[in-house]
């Protein structure tokens, strides 16, 4: 079992930065592939960003190429999503995933893959 718990929403102007931070618990963190997706209001959950158990595997959605860096700590069982010039547009809730993988498989955008959510962070951008 893991437990995830985001941190670092919050409100910001359009051009700032933020950087999302997810920690895990239990002790098979470097087991699992880790993602950031968002929900916007009246819209479906979707992906933004994924990082594989070797953390040069990353992957993004096209949105947020150049401007949002995946990265992971497996001594500190974290996960941050740093987050450049910021869009009115990224305002969303945005949660933590993690899906156990055996073997380094790619990387994956269907949220139905990933096994354990955190309870989400927002963020809110302004113009």
């Known amino acids: 079992q893991v437990q995830l718990v985001e941190s670092g929403g919050g409100l910001v102007q359009a051009g700032d930065s933020l950087t999302l931070s997810c920690t895990a618990s239990?002790?098979?963190?470097?087991?699992?592939?880790m993602a950031w997706f968002r929900q916007a209001p009246g819209k479906e959950r979707s992906f933004v960003a994924a990082i594989n158990r070797n953390p040069r595997h990353t992957d993004y959605v096209d949105s947020v190429k150049g401007r949002f860096t995946i990265s992971r700590d497996n001594d500190k069982n974290t996960v941050l999503l740093e987050m450049n010039d910021l869009k009115t547009e990224d305002t969303a809730v945005y949660y933590c995933a993690a899906r156990h993988v055996i073997l380094t498989v790619p990387l994956s955008h269907d949220l139905t893959d990933y096994n354990y959510w955190g309870q989400g962070t927002q963020v809110t951008v302004s113009s």
């Open positions: 239990g002790r098979t963190f470097s087991r699992h592939a």
